[in-house]
């Protein structure tokens, strides 16, 4: 644990010394692309908007009808509550100590956030933003995927290997799934049959049957997974893997990897768009988020989004992708396709 807080506070204490360059580049470089593409429209994966949050901005989620983001700032104990019609901090929420990342429930009525140093998950009631519950888990809690039912979330406990399994109904830990060494990154499938979990230091994938909740098989990725995304048809998983600029790609019939694709430098964050064509993956050392086709699992286009970008979401409806740079305490909004109107209000339309 004490290893992990001084890997932060050092890590924290170099990018601040490259914030203010980058955070201006980044700004600059967006007004001028909008600039010459015209105040109304805007062209596919291209930044339109970034907010300021709470300092660390690192996990993000999306309500299911796409009207709020939950943004967890690592540093500040806290998260930020954006509203999409404006993009505009609504509300701000205190929760545990070093909160990593989030995961809203189906019915859109909860989001469940991973503090990392009380080892412990909030449980945020979204009607009113308050803290509801407060649910003791493992040691570091990282990664947390819920169920499509909305009756279990996973939360991936770093330090010591496992897998929490919470049930909904009570906010009580049902069941302790041990996997791979330091897990951080979890999905769930969209039958919610399995859940794939990133072990960053095992250069692997565990996989969980949620019927019996054990693991039943562990699949060899590339170095250092982080971020793992399952496609809306369940038929793929895509994995970061932040320590040699790739993301596998897992068959999840055969649970084999069956590609390997070469990103930006630091891959951290995977999110894969409603239909399933693209997976937006962000890449933390070269301020980039990578595009990803998945008929041909092929990088098409790279986005400058500039800082540290960690974690990633898509709007329900595929419009926007929500970006946080924990550099800079912002989130950054991509226009997935070309936009106009309310998603480049804040450019002139």
Known sequence: ????????ECSTRRRRVVRLFFGLASTV???IGMTEMGAATAEADTVVDS?????????VAVTPDGARIYVTNLHGDSVSVIETASNSVSATV???SSPEKVAVTPDG???YVANSADNSVAVIETAGNTVAATVPVGSMPFGVAVT???????VTNAMDGSVSVIETAGNTVAATV???????????TADGSRVYVANRAGDSVSVIET?????SATLTVGDGPNGVAVTPDGSRAYVANASDDSVSVIDTATNTVVGTVTVGVGPEGVAVTPDGAHVYVTNFSDGSLSVIETASDTVVDTVTVGGFPIGVAIAPDGSRADVTDINSDSVSVIAIDRCSGSLCFDFGS
């Open 211 to 215: 019927a019996s909740n054990s693991v």
């Open 29 to 31: 470089a967006v007004v």
């Open 178 to 188: 041990p996997v791979g060494s330091l897990p951080f990154g979890v999905a769930a």
């Open 1 to 8: 644990m004490n290893r992990h807080s001084s890997f932060r």
């Open 109 to 111: 009525s909860h989001a």
């Open 51 to 59: 907010m300021r949050v709470g300092f660390g901005p690192n996990g």
């Open 148 to 154: 499509p039912d909305g009756s279990h979330v996973y």
């Open 94 to 96: 205190r929760v545990g």
